[in-house]
């Protein structure tokens, strides 16, 4: 089974600060792993994802994610946060030989951005 | 390319009754994922189709059921509604493939009465 842990439900930023969203996984087998973005009254969007090539992902939106196996992690982070990053985002897991069409998704971490 | 479209949007239904939700793919995806969304639960895998065949199944009861088309094109049907059924039911495509990412609909946004 597989399991997602996001810390943290709510994070709040300043507009130009560090965004940091920690996600923390657990796979008996080694996983493929995404970040969506979920904006009020819209579906996920997909930020990233790690599918066993590089270990440091790059995304849209200025957002990336590093894999690290030894902590089971794939934290989120972007720079320079922007109001327009105020959303909800969501880390997901998914069993590669099950392939990405069955995803576990975290409880989500809201971003808020502060002018 | 269009992206993932879902209708309804919106629908309210009454305990009991039965809905059918409609799902297009990305052209040339041939997975259809349903999730169900919840402030309570988060999100929730439903089930999976590729190729008009059920590849993955969570755990919901069976008055949950999908079907796929010869075109990709998925059908998500609830029967006997029940309150709790009262969600976001969002669908997502993908080319089936194991590094394949999901791409999401805007979601069919249910009310049960």
């Known amino acids: 089974a597989q399991s997602v842990t996001q810390l943290g439900s709510h994070v709040s930023v300043s507009e130009g600060a560090l965004v940091l969203l920690r996600c923390n996984y657990s796979?008996?087998?080694?996983?493929?792993l995404f970040w969506y973005v979920q904006y009020p009254n819209q579906g996920l969007q997909l930020l990233l994802k790690?599918?066993?090539?590089?270990?440091l992902v790059k995304g849209i939106n200025g957002f990336e994610a590093e894999f690290k196996k030894s902590e089971t992690s794939f934290h989120l982070t972007k720079p320079s946060a922007h109001m327009s990053d105020a959303a909800e985002y969501f880390c997901?897991?998914?069993?590669?030989?099950?392939?990405?069409?069955?995803?576990?998704f975290g409880d989500g971490t809201t971003l808020t951005v502060k002018p | 390319k269009a992206g993932v479209t879902q209708t309804p949007r919106y629908l309210i239904k009454t305990r009991g009754q039965q809905v059918t939700l409609s799902c297009s793919p990305i052209s040339g995806h041939r997975s259809v994922s349903w999730y169900q969304q919840t402030p309570g639960q988060g999100l929730q895998f439903l089930f999976e189709y590729f190729s008009e065949t059920q590849r993955n199944k969570g755990n919901f009861p069976g008055r949950f059921s999908g079907r796929q088309f010869s075109n990709s094109r998925s059908e998500m049907n609830v029967s006997t509604l029940e309150l709790g059924d009262s969600a976001l039911y969002l669908c997502?495509?993908?080319?089936?493939?194991?590094?394949?990412?999901?791409?999401f609909g805007p979601g069919t946004r249910l009310l049960v009465l």
């Open positions: 997901a897991v998914s069993d590669p030989a099950t392939n990405a069409g069955k995803s576990t």
């Open positions: 997502a495509s993908s080319p089936g493939t194991a590094a394949g990412a999901q791409y």
């Open positions: 796979s008996s087998v080694p996983p493929y």
């Open positions: 790690y599918t066993s090539a590089a270990t």
